[in-house]
């Protein structure tokens, strides 16, 4: 399997082959620009996919064959044959925990290895790590909606970019606080729970009654079996003297279908509205059925349910949860930072777009009530801020002045999970991975979790790598 | 691997077998509900992807023991017995060619089989249909608005959800019309031309023109070869003249990474400009050198290039073109249209959602200027329209009136696609696929095909059909 690549790191990667450059020591970063749906925060996750990527990458001769087919007729044969003996093995990979919570800005990922390979596993790192992370924090925020005993379900399967799409939708969603799927794959896979009732083409199957097989179902408690056809117009008839409809007024077919649900399903029997009107739940028995909605629900319409108390239990997310349609994109972007020892600066006139130059250690700092509030980038080789003293630092986007901060805690962000071609630090399971999202959303102040709106989180950079941008902003005017 | 179905698939195949309905003869209808990104017309796609999925239906007994360990322990062992044995050899597709201008409510894809397999192969085609679908669509829109001559380049691998959803953007944008891709493995996988030039990175490394080795270059015409970087710092004074800045201005970085590219690619050279001005092509030399653009390209920056005629002739579209996000899902649905040889209809009081009964047979009316001004939707034993006749149809949306028309050419728009576990029809190669997209669109009248508000293309049923579909409203209410 080739390289997960775009065209242009194959004619880069020639570039800096044939300029002699390509073993130069290179370091790029990963991160997002801005915080996606309106919010401040996002789960950074794709990181163990990342991570199999990295295992993984080498072109086999069949790779290599076919790239001397598309690249230029002139590109020399020994740059065929280097790329044949390429791969990870001298790259190292840091990485924030998979499931915890990033903002814009921060590197969440950092590579550092020969320029050519950093240079080539950007899109790799990118494509696995982009979506991910943006429907992991989609999910987050239809978990936080929610609250914590709704039971939320990813039912995207088919609305998402095929059936890889489709798992990658079960996978991050359930990392960011759903609680099950209706993806069956995902279930075998993953270890994911898997739920589903009914859909309306079972309940158009049935046309009458009659066709409900085998009718008698034995009470739980014992005793004589029931005709549950029977007993289900019953009850239709007080249902109806309780809405004042007339009983013929309640389709037969649809009464079919839930009967033989209930007959074949006898103590898993989940209620389902999918195209439903909110404001009907007015008869007393549906407390004791457990219903499940899933009519194109969206955080719009979450909120309304949580606002009105239904009795609503499990609701159903596709479409708005899997294709994110507030922001179809984080926007992940992978910049070099340095090269042969020297820090690089992306120079723009978008301020939002400049890059911070140089490899750098991350920091978050927490106050006394034990939520963080800052992250600060400092140059690797400056030592660690300790808890307890003040600081000065930078905030990005009031570069301007010196701010003074104390940390109660400070913690570094990064561990290092891949070098000498290995992943070297134990993954955690996806249940841990998921746990470890809620705990790092739960630490956070509700001014910065808060959906829309936040407060900013400010992100900072150490007074040295300040002046190191200053340095470096000024040499290139 | 595990048929692609959600959870219900298998509660309801489950219900439908404990009924002893598993094999009742059942038919199936796939279709959207409303002209996507608020244009009339769709392209179908994923056909063959769909078939694929088809030939590989069953359950393998790692899927069995999966399901086992899932439904309620009530479930009979029977059941699992009889999963073991399913495939899709009982079942017959029928769809429009792959690449077909398809429109809202018609179908254009009908399953007949055992009512169990059918049920389940729901999921299993909208997910491969569904996406692939939207996103050639999509291209066909950008192809649309960029004109004939304009190259488009698909460059979405980073924004995708993941490796495969990336690869169904490459192979359905190229489908829809764009000519290349920036996805490696979408070329090696399905042969699509694949283009790159570089990237900001390549730019970052560089710092000076010292750096650009080897530095000297043989002319095409043939003589002495020629020293590049110096030959680019004169014409740089001489474009800097004309710009009136000074030749300080200039990134020596920026310079040095294209006159090292240039070196690399001598006769491959491709500007290319991301973070661009768009009022900025005012240099005549720009000409002569392919200008290729991908700064967050959408319709809407498209069309400007077009009413602009810029001097650009590449243009790259990434999260604009893979993530839809005009509209991130087509919405296409699959419903029960028979039963037992019975029609079914689903009851609602949103009309849209209503169903059309019955397993029928799908005509497209041509006029005389060779356009189609209409799909028809007829029962299956009722006789094909002929052409020049009077036919009297029903148009949706205007039930209760006849209306007359009478079509130059009559086209059946299905084909049987699947039989007996076989797939039954010749596929065509990727690039077939393509030109029939371009040839269906291009028959459309341009009032139908326009992108933006365009005259609604009436979908009909015929007397008889309206006829049925009338009973079956009044016997339900």
């Known amino acids: 399997m080739a390289p997960l690549a775009d065209f242009y790191q194959l004619t880069m990667a020639y570039g800096h082959w044939r300029a002699g450059r390509h073993r130069a020591p290179a370091a790029a970063e990963l991160f997002f620009r801005r915080g996606p749906f309106g919010g401040a925060l996002a789960l950074a996750a794709g990181l163990a996919e990342g991570l199999r990527g990295l295992r993984a990458f080498r072109f086999s001769a069949a790779d290599v064959a076919y790239l001397r087919s598309v690249l230029p007729s002139t590109t020399e044969d020994a740059f065929f044959d280097y790329l044949a003996t390429l791969d990870a093995s001298e790259v190292t990979v840091t990485a924030v925990p998979e499931g915890s919570v990033i903002f814009a800005r921060v590197p969440f990922l950092q590579v550092k290895g020969p320029l050519l390979v950093v240079q080539l596993l950007e899109t790799t790192l990118l494509c696995l790590v982009n979506y991910a992370s943006l429907v992991a924090t989609n999910a ?11 039971k939320l379900m990813e039912i995207g399967l088919r609305r998402a ?14 990392i960011g606080g759903f609680d099950c799927t209706s993806n069956v794959l995902a279930g075998k896979l993953y270890g994911i729970p898997v739920r589903g009732t009914i859909a309306h083409s079972f309940i158009m199957s049935f046309t009458s009654l009659e066709e409900v097989r085998p009718r008698e ?26 809405l004042r409809t007339p009983p013929e007024k309640a389709n037969q077919g649809e009464l079919a279908a839930f009967v033989s649900y209930a007959v074949t399903f006898p103590q898993d029997f989940q209620g389902l509205l999918d195209t439903y009107c909110v404001r009907s739940f007015q008869v007393p028995w549906f407390e004791t059925i457990p219903i499940a909605v899933s009519n194109d629900i969206s955080e719009q319409s979450l909120e309304e349910f949580s606002r009105q108390g239904s009795e609503i239990d499990m609701i159903g997310v596709g479409t708005n949860l899997v294709t994110c349609p507030l922001q179809p994109s984080l926007g992940c972007v992978y910049k070099l930072v340095e090269v042969n020892g020297s ?111 936040p407060q900013p989180y400010p992100v900072a950079v150490t007074e040295k790598l300040h002046h190191l941008l200053t340095e470096l902003r000024q040499a290139s005017q």
Not at 221 to 227: K, L, N, T
Not at 409 to 426: A, I, K, M, N, S
Request: aromatic share 6%.
């Open 217 to 242: 179902l034995p009470p739980l408690a014992g005793g004589e079996p029931v005709d549950l056809p029977s007993l289900a117009e019953r009850w239709l008839r007080r249902v109806c003297e309780l």
């Open 140 to 150: 987050a925020r239809f978990r936080l909606l929610a609250g914590p005993d709704m």
């Open 161 to 174: 970019q095929g059936p890889d799409g489709a798992l990658s939708a079960s996978k991050y969603s359930y």
């Open 343 to 453: 820090p690089c600066l992306k120079l723009t006139e978008d301020e939002e777009k400049m890059t911070i130059p140089g490899t750098k250690t991350i920091y978050r700092l927490y106050d006394a009530a034990g939520h963080p509030f800052m992250d600060l980038m400092a140059l690797e080789e400056e030592p660690s801020p300790s808890a307890g003293q003040e600081l000065a630092v930078r905030v990005l986007g009031q570069l301007g002045e010196t701010s003074k901060v104390v940390p109660t805690t400070v913690e570094p962000l990064h561990r290092t999970y891949f070098r000498d071609g290995q992943v070297c630090e134990p993954l955690p399971s996806l249940m841990e991975v998921k746990n470890h999202a809620q705990v790092s959303l739960s630490l956070l102040s509700p001014a910065h979790r808060r959906l829309h709106e």
